[in-house]
């Protein structure tokens, strides 16, 4: 039994249903930290979607090389057309990201609201696998939902069940809340530079950086 969620029948509307239900709040989320990424030159981008992180991205970065990875064909088939101008520049893998076996070195990975559709396992599976392709200083940025603090505790779970229920029936995602992207990416040597929390606290974007180079006291150079 295929039980990887399938977001093909939800592909062409996804940009209304994410405008009708949360207005422009995540494509500023995801924009957010662009500007920093304007010198970064090999990219691996997962889950993107319909291409529209990507074509800003490409359109902002005219040297940046690409790996989008995405298992639906028709998601990749809008990323593609959004991305016309830059075909060169751009390899699509119609393939999960649990199984593709990145090349890198890369200096970017872009993960927007893809993280939270992967259960615990898998997103640490997937992080050290991506971690020794990345090349000293590489940025991984990451937006997703996130459970606020306060009295915003409440709502922000019944928000984030109802979207989780939502993806559930229109794709048959399983996962039924949020993982812990922090340890992981911490275990693999990266470092959160940069964060913005929106929507009351509903989502985040977050720049997380790999160590340029090993500190001097590390126990691998006394071995
Ligand atoms: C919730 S959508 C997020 C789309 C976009 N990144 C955004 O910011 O709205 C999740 C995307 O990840 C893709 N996806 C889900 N599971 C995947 C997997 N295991 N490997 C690669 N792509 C996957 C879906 O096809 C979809 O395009």
């Known amino acids: 039994m295929n039980l990887e969620p399938n977001f093909n029948s939800i592909a062409r509307p996804y940009r209304w249903l994410e405008y009708l239900t949360l207005g422009r709040a995540l494509e500023r ?4 930290f662009l500007p920093l990424l304007l010198d970064q030159k090999r990219a691996l981008v997962i889950g993107d979607g319909d291409g529209r992180f990507l074509a800003s991205l490409m359109a902002a970065n005219h040297h940046i090389q690409v790996d989008a990875v995405d298992t639906s064909a028709t998601m990749l088939e809008l990323l593609s ?27 970017l990975v872009v993960t927007h609201f893809f993280l939270d559709c992967l259960a615990q396992p898998d997103l640490e599976a997937l992080v050290n696998r991506i971690a020794p392709t990345l090349s000293p ?87």
């Open 81 to 107: 057309k959004r991305c016309k101008g830059s075909t060169t520049r751009l390899q699509i893998h119609n393939t999960s990201a649990l199984t593709f076996a990145p090349t890198g070195p890369y200096d």
């Open 137 to 223: 200083g590489a940025l991984w940025l990451i937006s997703d939902f996130r459970i606020p603090s306060g009295s915003m505790r409440l709502p922000g779970r019944i928000i984030v069940r109802t979207l989780y229920l939502a993806f559930r029936l229109l794709t048959g995602l399983r996962t039924t809340h949020l993982p812990d992207h922090a340890a992981p990416l911490i275990q693999a040597g990266l470092t959160r530079i940069g964060h913005h929390h929106s929507l009351a606290g509903l989502l985040t974007t977050e720049l997380w950086q790999l160590e340029r180079s090993l500190p001097l006291h590390s126990p691998h150079l006394n071995q």
């Open 29 to 32: 989320c995801r924009l957010h």
